[in-house]
């Protein structure tokens, strides 16, 4: 395990988080965000992040994207749930579509992290072709079998995509 996982594991690992997370579509591409996992992972996802507690879903939600991308949004409407588990990581995300109002595009940063820790290396617009080049292993499974980017529009419901889980 290198450093780099080892704090990740420590800062986020034993126990269960709830994330949110916006999905941005524009001019028919997808807002994604890559992040370093290790020396040679890594997984393109919507931004999004931990909630705080005491915050409402739409102010976690605001806040992350203010800080991973520098945009102001207005969450639109729930989309879908998933469940990641992959001890020792468990998170419920809960993924909302999202309207951009304000910001400007730029890569952020992840504050619970060391400067020198910082997971965000790329961001930016992809189309379908694009996110389909992307290995299924380094994207978010709910991104791994999409045609289009109104099948997005059409999920409901809660998902699992067959993660591990403790027995």
Known sequence: MTKLE???VDKFGGRL????NGILIKNDKILMIKHKMSVNRYFWNVPGGGMKY??????NLEREFLEETGLVIQVKDFVCAHEFLEPPLHAIELFFSVEEIGGSLKMGIDPELDDSKQLIIEIGYLNLEKLSLIKNPEKHPIFWGIKSLNDVRKWNGYFNFENNSIK
């Open 6 to 8: 080892k704090e990740l």
């Open 17 to 20: 988080r709830t994330r949110v």
């Open 54 to 59: 005491g915050y409402s879903v739409q102010e």
